[in-house]
């Protein structure tokens, strides 16, 4: 049993986790070479598929899935609707009320101040700092709950992906009423289905149409293009083909982009409609550009909003989008470094199932090089799957966000704050550098001295020792067994006891998926 005493100072954590990664570096590549080809156990599978398809194991988690095996364990994530949430989690959702509220309530309960336009200039800045103040500390909170708290793990893992993947900056001003929303009805209730519905939820959501400027689009010389809805902007159209569908190598040109954009001219947010309750997405035919097109080689029959959709349909069942988001696929969940042949099967699967996302995932998992020793503990985590997988591994309840998306703005990667339309990296490259490695070690260290402000709820007082004690090592290794390897453990536990639940979330083995 460890003592309950605070830890040490932060830099001698960080010191100790350093001297750490140094002496592992060298046994962790004789352990690759030696074992390269070897089958993983029982328990490596179990936490392979807790890394991969989850953020992390949880106190027993390991044992849970050990015992179900786990093949039932990917079919139950496959079909996150039929695991129950739990009800402290749901009543936790329920108490954010800006969660619950529809992208129409959030635009009237808010009042986005640039479209009350006979407000003081004092009101504007009050409804501003309102939404500012109270909005995306309920965003942040509601992801974190259920990348934290929810057993549906592979269902926030897949939401996150898709979410990045068609990113929004909630820092661009309207952005910041509708992410919320933009995340709870355009990209979770599809993470796992149709990526084509998926496209289309996407397409037709404010937050998208309000982030790459659609909305402003009006075809060239149309009636309704007046005043600040003058002009076609290809910015939407544009990334809709590099970044959501077919990728920059994806075989478009700029005709395409310019055809695309007058195709979608006229989808636009009816801020009048929203005023009134009803659905912000519009298609004003003054503003489209209805002359003959050829979209990607294929010539479009003038049907004004059904050019949209029949744009999206080209797009989401064309080859190299199956391509891109397969490799996509791979990168996230295999390696860094995507197997063809593993691309190529996973694309043929999207391909023949009409882009069923649930069908693509589950070739991937059945996979041999899902299996791989070689891409097992390999995956270098990002922030934000090291910062959720600590809490998940300590057993941390998220009863404050702000510091959890003030931890990971200092690790440069905040919470719907990537300003531009790619999204995050998850690369290796992209992540790791030695001021990466310290900031890590600092936040382990500080959520392992069991006082870290994550835990109690926004100005409540710090507890006292014996109300949060530290955290326990031999729990965390319990908890992530063969994560830590036993050269580690064994360094480990040659460090002073109250460095040691600190050096564990600080080791380079934790810092691996």
Same mark, same amino acid.
């Given at each position: 049993m460890l003592p309950s005493h605070p830890a040490l100072p932060s830099c001698r954590t960080a010191l100790l986790a350093l001297a750490l990664l140094a002496g592992l570096m060298g046994q962790a590549r004789a352990a690759t070479s030696a074992g390269a080809s070897a089958p993983l156990s029982e328990q490596e599978r179990a936490l392979h598929v807790l890394n991969r398809l989850a953020y992390g194991p949880? +106190?027993?988690?390991?044992? =849970?899935?050990?015992? &179900?095996?786990?093949?039932?364990?990917?079919?139950?994530?496959?079909?996150?609707?039929?695991? +129950?949430?739990?009800?402290?989690?749901?009543?936790?959702?329920?108490?954010?009320?800006?969660?619950?509220?529809?992208?129409? #309530?959030?635009?009237?309960?808010?009042?986005? +101040? *640039?479209?009350?336009?006979?407000? @003081?200039?004092?009101? =504007?800045?009050?409804?501003?700092?309102?939404? @500012?103040?109270?909005?995306?500390? =309920?965003?942040?909170?509601?992801?974190?709950?259920? !990348?934290?708290? %929810? +057993?549906?793990?592979?269902?926030?893992? &897949?939401?996150?992906? $898709? !979410?990045?993947?068609?990113?929004?900056?909630?820092?661009?001003? $309207?952005?910041?009423?509708?992410?919320?929303?933009?995340?709870?009805?355009?990209?979770?209730?599809?993470?796992?289905?149709?990526?084509?519905?998926?496209?289309?939820?996407?397409?037709?959501h404010p937050a998208m149409l309000y982030y790459l400027d659609n909305w402003l689009s009006s075809g060239t010389g149309t009636p309704g293009a007046r005043g600040r809805f003058k002009g076609l902007n290809e910015n939407y159209a544009r990334e809709l083909m590099e970044l959501h569908t077919l990728g920059v190598d994806g075989g478009y040109q700029q005709a395409d982009v310019i055809t695309l954009a007058r195709i979608l001219s006229g989808w636009t947010i009816d801020v009048d409609a929203m005023k009134a309750g009803a659905s912000p997405f519009r298609f004003v035919a003054q503003r489209h550009d209805d002359g003959p097109k050829v979209f990607l080689g294929k010539p479009l029959q003038a049907s004004g909003y059904q050019e949209g959709e029949a744009a999206l349909d080209i797009l989401a069942s064309h080859p190299s989008t199956a391509r891109f988001i397969s490799t996509q696929l791979v990168e996230y969940f295999v390696s860094d470094q995507p197997d063809p042949a593993l691309v190529n099967k996973l694309a043929q699967k999207f391909l023949? %199932?009409?882009?069923?996302?649930?069908?693509?995932? =589950?070739?991937?998992?059945? *996979?041999?090089?899902? $299996?791989?020793? @070689?891409?097992?503990?390999?995956?270098?985590?990002?922030?934000? #799957?090291?910062?959720? %997988? !600590?809490?998940?591994?300590?057993?941390i309840p998220v009863r404050n966000s702000k510091p959890v998306n003030g931890e990971l703005g200092q690790f440069g990667m905040p919470l719907y704050g990537w300003l531009t339309p790619e999204g995050y990296k998850y690369s290796q490259a992209a992540w790791l550098n030695p001021g990466a490695l310290l900031r890590r070690i600092n936040f382990a260290g500080s959520l392992a001295g069991g006082k870290s402000p994550i835990a109690r709820a926004e100005g409540a007082p710090a507890p006292s020792n014996a109300e949060a004690p530290p955290l326990d090592a031999q729990q965390l290794l319990r908890t992530l067994g063969p994560a830590i390897t036993p050269q580690a453990a064994a360094q480990i536990d040659a460090a002073p006891a109250n460095q040691r639940a600190g050096l564990i979330l600080g080791s380079p083995d934790f810092m691996k998926r």
């Open positions: 949880r +106190p027993g988690d390991l044992e =849970q899935v050990e015992r &179900m095996g786990v093949k039932r364990y990917i079919d139950e994530q496959l079909h996150p609707e039929r695991i +129950p949430l739990p009800e402290d989690l749901q009543a936790s959702l329920a108490a954010l009320p800006a969660l619950q509220m529809t992208s129409m #309530q959030v635009f009237n309960e808010y009042g986005p +101040p *640039s479209f009350k336009r006979d407000a @003081s200039k004092e009101e =504007q800045q009050a409804a501003r700092q309102r939404a @500012s103040r109270e909005l995306p500390p =309920q965003f942040h909170m509601a992801r974190l709950l259920q !990348a934290t708290q %929810s +057993p549906r793990q592979l269902e926030e893992v &897949m939401t996150e992906f $898709w !979410a990045n993947h068609f990113n929004v900056f909630e820092g661009k001003e $309207w952005v910041l009423y509708w992410v919320g929303d933009y995340e709870k009805s355009a990209i979770r209730p599809y993470a796992l289905g149709n990526f084509r519905d998926l496209l289309g939820a996407v397409a037709h023949a %199932s009409h882009g069923d996302i649930r069908a693509v995932l =589950q070739t991937l998992f059945d *996979s041999p090089q899902f $299996w791989a020793r @070689s891409n097992y503990q390999t995956q270098f985590k990002t922030p934000y #799957q090291f910062v959720v %997988s !600590a809490l998940r591994a300590g057993d």
